[in-house]
């Protein structure tokens, strides 16, 4: 049975032991149903896949995870914490992610917390790897911004079968113990390098949650913890919806993932892994028009 009721601040708790995706049983699971929208041509998909991904480097790799998912989800009772993950799990899953097995290290992590803004400043004290090298400015910029989620990635440059690089010595810069790339010669098209996500996270403001349902909520963290992309606003009238609307127009959002999300989260593990990132919004059209028999 789906997860039908609306979570409530009252259904969350402060410090809970995480649960973790290698526990998804895939064979015990629900099945996802994505919203369905009336058809829409390519054109329109890719607008709306351009939006979703307003935040990419176009010219670069996209990054996305190599290893597989290992999961931790913190902040939510026992009775709701393990549905929430089995649907990150599945979603993620059917996106073309490798669920880790159990006794995996988390490389992704889902924080329900009472004050958002808080939780970052205890945890870039206290958990400081969580970070990576992001630089004090760009902290700075995020929790000033009060929005009632927050997500970042740490990613890594890697070869383009997703190897991390070689710390070996670099004759051109004549230093020992640098990343050093080597790979075979590609193409101007073809980059000899693709960017690997090592850690994700995000943290969801208890005080956002009131009136979301559990599907939604999952859907939209699945969308955050994937890809590198950021909240929307309402989308125009008779036009495709996205739940990356969840939180600036609640009302307007989608039940969760629409069409369009989810192939938007395939496209990115369908594309070539050292391909410019604009790939992904065409990919994206493909696969909707696609389905729709268009």
């Known amino acids: 049975m789906m997860m039908k ?10 410090i809970v032991a995480p649960v973790r995706a290698q526990d998804y049983d895939p064979s015990g699971s629900d099945p996802i149903v994505v919203e369905a929208d009336r058809p829409y041509s390519a054109e329109e998909v890719k607008s709306l896949a351009r939006k979703i991904g307003s935040k990419i480097d176009l010219l670069r790799p996209f990054p996305r995870f190599n290893a597989p998912l290992c999961l931790d989800v913190a902040g939510l009772k026992d009775e709701y914490r393990d549905g929430f993950v089995r649907r990150v799990a599945e979603n993620a899953r059917i996106a073309g992610l490798t669920i880790a097995k159990p006794g995996c290290r988390p ?22 790897d969580l970070f990576g090298e992001m630089p004090r400015s760009e902290f700075q910029t995020m929790i000033a911004s009060r929005d009632g989620v927050y997500a970042w990635q740490i990613n890594e440059i890697a070869d383009v079968d997703g190897r991390e690089l070689d710390k070996g010595p670099s004759p051109l810069l004549g230093l020992t113990g640098v990343p050093v790339l080597r790979t075979p010669a590609t ?23 009131d009136g979301k349902s559990a599907e939604q909520l999952a859907d939209y963290a699945t969308m955050r913890l994937i ?53 992904i919004f065409v990919e994206t059209a493909k696969r909707v028009t696609r389905a729709n028999g268009q």
């Open 187 to 209: 193409g101007r098209l073809s980059p000899p390098d693709t960017l690997v996500t090592k850690t994700s996270v995000v943290v969801i403001d208890r005080s956002r949650i």
């Open 227 to 279: 890809a590198p992309i950021g909240e929307l606003p309402a989308a125009g009238a008779g036009g495709p919806s996205t739940i990356m609307t969840l939180f600036q127009a609640p009302d307007a959002a989608p039940a969760g993932l629409t069409a369009i999300d989810m192939a938007f989260l395939e496209s990115v593990y369908k594309v070539r892994a050292n391909g410019p990132s604009g790939q």
């Open 107 to 128: 490389n992704a992590m889902i924080m329900f917390a009472e004050d958002s803004r808080k939780q970052l400043i205890s945890l870039r004290k206290h958990k400081r």
């Open 5 to 14: 009721m609306a979570i409530t601040a009252s259904l969350l708790t402060a």
